[in-house]
């Protein structure tokens, strides 16, 4: 569901988001210019808010969601310190919140409920997450931050598709980590092979699936960092890595055993719906396009 909405009316702003209970005061003078985009992709939450008034907002957060907030334009740091531009901040819904928003606000914002989180993150770490009562900044290189708001602007402005959302959904949960020390439980070297020669094997067998990290971490039962652990374990890469060198090396004995066979067909038979994100990925891991391959299997 994809909402978009243009605001004179402070009122009709603060009422405008589906799930917030909110109540804005105007504190600047002259005439309010408010935007508000929204995107609901099945149980997560995603939206963009500007303002051009500086606001009063009163703020009680939905329920059992963990919501962290990325200001594009927050023109000083509000007296309580909370947010600030070049931060990410982690809001959890245990109290209600007041926060001054100076004029020209522009804040992102994606709401994750718990139940989604549960399985990705550690139980250790979720119920450490559940017990903080108060804001928590997240602090990241300039680069990680700008990936995210940029997949996030992506998801906003155009089709939201389901990789997208599930790599945001991958950064932000290893965001959440940074905030949340726990010990990691390193699970013994049987159990860290298990997991990667299960999920090679759930590779070869469904090479057109979009079957992702999120996925295989349902599947084994396991957090995502569990899994990384044991993929760094044991291949010495991370495993989206490892997925797509499998996918690349799949797709290459393809091209060799049927040299006729259209390269986008074979890049769609092994999980690539884009040809030209194949193209890149595979000159990056053969260092030759896979034309080329193509080319001397022909000759």
Not at 76 to 90: L, P, R
Not at 199 to 228: D, G, M, Y
Request: charged share 25%.
């Amino acid at each position: 569901m994809r909402q978009s909405l243009r605001t004179t009316d402070i009122i009709e702003h603060a009422n405008a988001l589906p799930g917030w209970r909110q109540r804005y005061d105007q504190l600047s003078c002259g005439s309010l210019e408010g935007r508000l985009d929204v995107v609901q992709a099945g149980e997560v939450q995603l939206f963009r808010e500007r303002l051009n008034q500086q606001v009063i907002q009163h703020i009680r957060l939905p329920q059992n969601a963990v919501n962290l907030l990325f200001p594009l334009a927050w023109p000083a740091v509000d007296d309580q310190g909370v947010m600030a531009e070049k931060y990410a901040t982690v809001l959890l819904p245990n109290d209600e919140y007041r926060v001054f928003t100076p004029a020209g606000m522009d804040v992102l914002c994606m709401s994750i409920p718990y139940t989604t989180l549960r399985g990705l993150l550690d139980e250790a770490v979720l119920h450490a997450l559940m017990q903080l009562n108060r804001p928590k900044r997240v602090c990241l290189r300039a680069h990680r931050l700008e990936s995210g708001i940029v997949m996030f602007k992506s998801l906003l402005e155009g089709s939201p598709t389901r990789e997208t959302l599930q790599s945001l959904t991958v950064m932000v949960v290893e965001w959440l980590e940074r905030v949340i020390h726990v010990p990691q439980e390193i699970p013994r070297p049987s159990t860290r092979g298990y997991m990667v020669e299960r999920c090679h094997q759930w590779l070869i067998e469904e090479p057109a699936a979009s079957t992702n990290v999120l996925e295989f971490c349902r599947r084994l039962k396991v957090s995502r960092r569990t899994l990384q652990y044991s993929f760094q374990s044991v291949a010495a890469v991370t495993p989206i890595q490892y997925m797509r060198s499998v996918r690349l090396n799949g797709a290459r004995r393809a091209l060799k055993e049927d040299p006729h066979a259209s390269i986008a067909d074979i890049a769609e038979r092994w999980g690539f719906s884009h040809s030209s994100y194949f193209t890149l990925e595979y000159q990056k891991l053969f260092n030759e396009l896979p034309s080329a391959l193509r080319y001397l299997e022909r000759s």
